[in-house]
């Protein structure tokens, strides 16, 4: 059974930062690209970022490029989400989730195969 589970999020001011982790099981962790997703209260869920396979490419949503940062550990089954910045438009529910090929650009949630629960994260201004 394949499980992903989200922590780290919580309750940030403005220009603050925080880290989401989510960590991997029931699957081989390197057969998958993964990716981050959030969505917002009465908004559709929206592409944040994706690492390949083995963590040698990396792509971003144009809004959180720059402040954002997705790397992964593949002996730890984990990806990991360094949101710096952070601005109140970036409050959402954020999403991990794989996919079994490594098109790390597309930006649709339709070729995720698996994902997590989410964790909240709220930015205060």
């Known amino acids: 059974q394949v499980q992903l589970v989200e922590s780290g999020g919580g309750l940030v001011q403005a220009g603050g930062s925080l880290r989401l982790s989510c960590e991997a099981s029931?699957?081989?962790?390197?057969?998958?690209?993964m990716g981050w997703f959030r969505q917002a209260s009465g908004k559709e869920r929206e592409f944040v970022a994706a690492i390949s396979k083995i963590g040698s490419r990396t792509y971003y949503a144009g809004s959180v490029k720059g402040r954002f940062t997705i790397s992964r550990d593949n002996a730890k089954n984990a990806v990991y989400l360094q949101m710096n910045s952070l601005k109140p438009e970036d409050t959402a529910t954020y999403y991990c989730?794989?996919?079994?090929?490594?098109?790390?650009?597309?930006?649709?949630?339709?070729?995720?195969?698996?994902w997590g629960r989410g964790t909240q994260v709220t930015v205060s201004s």
């Open positions: 989730a794989s996919r079994v090929d490594n098109d790390v650009r597309s930006t649709t949630y339709q070729g995720y195969d698996y």
């Open positions: 029931g699957l081989t962790f390197s057969n998958y690209a």
